[in-house]
């Protein structure tokens, strides 16, 4: 791959700006990939719509790889990036506590009308499962086993947990490697050990053992 330009492209998660990603933006510049965040308005665009809107931003970065680093509802969207654009070039996926079959927490705010619109669009073929099974791609999946958090105090969670999302929650037919560790659902973003992981993902394919 020498030779080759490879960018990184960062993709947030519900609720969230892509702000709370900068340290690992950082983490990943250091590790010598330029990296482009992609924003979206989580509450008002479903997935499916944010990932038209991914395609159209990615046809704006260079490199002649393009990865993906998502975290939470981020890697939904990029399950459905693959559904409206197919053609993408070569790169390899990390996701970081995606709940890719579903989180039981959103279940449970969805049964309320409230609930249903804080989540807002972010539910359809999203929070609530049922997002497209992403084929031909290496994804790796990190999830956190660190149970601080909200989630428990709304659903029931089976554990490990990372105070939101379960890590069963994080499996998925798509998934080529799968790796706990133990941080919580935001303090993965900041954790030094993740970004080693991410770093490594994106050049082997593997996690380190």
Do not use: C, K
């Not at 038209?52 to 998502?70: C, K, M, S, T, Y």
């Not at 070039?89 to 804080?118: E, K, Y």
């Not at 709304?154 to 939101?164: E, K």
Request: glycine share 12%; net charge positive; no cysteine.
């Amino acid at each position: 791959m020498a030779g080759m330009r490879t960018s990184v492209v960062t993709v947030h998660g519900w609720h969230m700006s892509g702000l709370e990603m900068a340290l690992l933006r950082r983490r990943l510049r250091a590790g010598g990939h330029a990296v482009y965040p992609f924003r979206y308005a989580s509450q008002r665009q479903t997935p499916e719509q944010a990932a038209r809107a991914l395609a159209a931003f990615l046809e704006q970065v260079p490199g002649d790889l393009v990865h993906l680093v998502a975290h939470s509802l981020g890697g939904v969207v990029v399950r459905h990036l693959f559904e409206a654009a197919p053609v993408q070039r070569p790169g390899r996926i990390v996701m970081l506590g995606s709940p890719l079959a579903g989180s039981r927490v959103a279940a449970r705010l969805a049964r309320n009308r409230a609930g249903r619109w804080w989540l807002g669009a972010a539910l359809d073929r999203g929070l609530l499962g049922g997002s497209p099974i992403l084929r031909g791609r290496d994804i790796g999946m990190l999830a956190g086993s660190r149970s601080l958090g909200p989630g428990p105090l709304i659903a029931r969670l089976p554990h490990p947990h990372d105070g939101l999302i379960a890590v069963d929650e994080t499996q998925g037919p798509d998934v080529s490697r799968h790796l706990t560790l133990p941080v919580t659902h935001m303090g993965m973003l900041f954790d030094t050990v993740v970004a080693h992981e991410t770093l490594h993902f994106l050049e082997a394919g593997e996690f380190l053992p």
